[in-house]
């Protein structure tokens, strides 16, 4: 882990994934991501999968929105105080706010596939 926070704070996105899969062929999704304060992750959603957040280190919020960009929920991650994992729903937005180095494991059913662009929140024609 402490390996793969170095490479996200030196990548331009301030993050950075491992892979857990076996091949690109596997049925699901499994990776390490570590995210460092100031990541920038679009409101989005992944409408053929939930996904499955456990966060092994750091502390972050995981927010959710409803179709016009407005918060409807936010859950503090943190292994310290105990709530450290997290499932949303299939077709919910959501994005994050890191607070200080964190390495998450996510999961999703089905191969990756990019985001789409009907799958990045806009609001009046503005992603947010």
């Given at each position: 882990?402490?390996?793969?926070?170095?490479?996200?704070?030196?990548?331009?996105?301030?993050?950075?994934?491992?892979?857990?899969?076996?091949?690109?062929?596997?049925?699901?999704?499994?990776?390490?991501?570590?995210?460092?304060?100031?990541?920038?992750?679009?409101?989005?959603?992944?409408?053929?999968?939930?996904?499955?957040?456990?966060?092994?280190?750091?502390?972050?919020?995981?927010?959710?929105?409803?179709?016009?960009?407005?918060?409807?929920?936010?859950?503090?991650?943190?292994?310290?105080?105990?709530?450290?994992?997290?499932?949303?729903?299939?077709?919910?937005?959501h994005t994050?706010?890191?607070?200080?180095?964190?390495?998450?494991?996510?999961?999703?059913?089905?191969?990756?596939?990019?985001?789409?662009?009907?799958?990045?929140?806009?609001?009046?024609?503005?992603?947010?």
């Amino acid at each position: 882990m402490d390996e793969l926070q170095a490479r996200a704070k030196e990548s331009a996105r301030l993050r950075m994934n491992m892979d857990l899969r076996n091949s690109a062929d596997d049925q699901s999704q499994r990776m390490l991501n570590a995210l460092e304060p100031g990541t920038v992750l679009p409101i989005h959603r992944h409408t053929a999968s939930s996904e499955t957040v456990i966060i092994l280190r750091g502390r972050m919020d995981e927010m959710f929105y409803d179709d016009e960009g407005r918060e409807t929920a936010r859950f503090h991650l943190n292994p310290d105080t105990g709530c450290c994992a997290l499932n949303i729903p299939r077709g919910t937005w959501h994005t994050v706010e890191v607070f200080e180095p964190t390495v998450i494991f996510e999961a999703k059913d089905g191969p990756y596939a990019p985001l789409r662009e009907e799958d990045v929140l806009q609001v009046g024609g503005i992603k947010v």
